[in-house]
């Protein structure tokens, strides 16, 4: 693509970056929805299955899927929440948590790299063109807006 559009560079970046994490996480025996997943729980009081598909972005056949293997590596127990009985808490085992902070070091060593060759002013630039493109796209701003002035520019 000569001119490369706002859309494409994204896609492009997060198949590199995505790319990346899993090859790394490939080195564990895990992927980089593994690794996601154990960052999201709460490393010592549980997470409720059902908060994890919005913190993660992830479809409930995907997240369903990632939990059973994680549960089969020995990565997380399920057990009922307490409070609400038909719930289910996630933790994480002893293998879990040190999978954990292999994730977090990871993820911080990509954080540490990129701030090393990009300035903090880019850095920030960068933060607020992702926080506003985000805001467009949940305040349905992009194609709404565009139908409205069609509508306006044929009536």
Known sequence: MKDKTI??????TWQAVSRMYNE??????ATMATGFALLSMDKDK???????????GM???SLTRTLKSMEEKGLIIRKKNPVDGRGVLI????FGKEKRELSK????????????HISDEKLQ????????INEL??????????EKIENETHN
């Open 7 to 12: 859309d494409y560079i994204l896609r492009a």
């Open 24 to 29: 790394e996480a490939s080195k564990y025996g």
């Open 46 to 56: 549980g997470t409720p299955s059902t908060s994890l598909g919005p913190k993660m």
């Open 59 to 61: 479809e409930a056949t």
């Open 91 to 94: 933790y994480l085992t002893e």
């Open 105 to 116: 070091n990871t993820v911080l060593k990509f954080n540490e790299t990129v701030k090393q």
């Open 125 to 132: 630039h960068f933060i607020e063109v992702a926080e506003t």
């Open 137 to 146: 796209i949940l305040d349905k701003n992009i194609f709404n807006q565009t």
